[in-house]
T-cell receptor, first 118, second 114 residues
Framework: AQKITQTQPGMFVQEKEAVTLDCTYD???????LFWYKQPSSGEMIFLIY??????QNATEGRYSLNFQKARKSANLVISASQLGDSAMYFC???????????????FGQGTILTVHP | EAEVAQSPRYKITEKSQAVAFWCDPI?????LYWYRQILGQGPELLVQ????????DSQLPKDRFSAERLKGVDSTLKIQPAELGDSAMYLC????FGQGREQYFGPGTRLTVT
């Protein structure tokens, strides 16, 4: 069974609009972390935002926010005020058994290609 | 700002040849990861080091792949012999054990096997 599912192969958004990228996850571990990374065409993975399973509030980092719905096992990324430079591949990832450490591997979804139109 | 360094950035090799990739993590980061990313997919872990010890190599094709981190600092990933299916991006990441949440990724090595 896939642990991370991103059901949107591609998304389009108009510049300055908001966009939501979907991510659902599957784990039986009560302690886990959820991540979003951006990968431009150049290939590097850029960390965007993190949500811990015990965090009470949704994470926010500038224009990025994570809509964390624990009961639904979803961790959608919301990008507000899209910019042309946001065009890239976006990956949702999970680390199980976090326990406050950074020990475990990341399991990635298949990614969503975001295209921002002027 | 500290970064994860990788070299080479691009490598073209013929099948059955040997190829090696190098990674220098952020100074002080005890945990080092090698991921393989096939075009159009998410990265998958090949091997994880804690200092110089391998803690997870369950997805590493050990008949042809090897990885080492002799002094617990930089690391080398080797493929011998390379096969056409090894064409992919090889990403190195590091993190600081016990603190921090994200893994910091290097720029990757894009391998093409012909």
């Amino acid at each position: 069974a896939q642990k991370i599912t991103q059901t949107q192969p591609g998304m389009f958004v108009q510049e300055k609009e908001a966009v939501t990228l979907d991510c659902t996850y599957d784990t039986s571990d009560p302690s886990y972390g959820l991540f979003w990374y951006k990968q431009p065409s150049s290939g590097e993975m850029i960390f965007l935002i993190y949500q811990g399973s015990y965090d009470q509030q949704n994470a926010t980092e500038g224009r990025y926010s994570l809509n964390f719905q624990k009961a639904r096992k979803s961790a959608n990324l919301v990008i507000s005020a899209s910019q042309l430079g946001d065009s890239a591949m976006y990956f949702c990832a999970m680390r199980e058994g976090v326990g406050g450490t950074s020990y475990g591997k990341l399991t990635f979804g298949q990614g969503t290609i975001l295209t921002v139109h002027p | 700002e500290a970064e994860v360094a990788q070299s080479p950035r691009y490598k073209i090799t013929e099948k059955s040849q040997a190829v090696a990739f190098w990674c220098d993590p952020i100074s002080g980061h005890a945990t080092l990861y090698w991921y393989r990313q096939i075009l159009g997919q998410g990265p998958e872990l090949l091997v994880q080091f804690q200092d110089e010890s391998v803690v997870d190599d369950s997805q590493l094709p050990k008949d042809r792949f090897s990885a080492e981190r002799l002094k617990g600092v930089d690391s080398t990933l080797k493929i011998q012999p390379a096969e056409l299916g090894d064409s992919a991006m090889y990403l190195c990441a590091s993190s600081s054990f016990g603190q921090g949440r994200e893994q910091y990724f290097g720029p990757g090595t894009r391998l093409t096997v012909t």
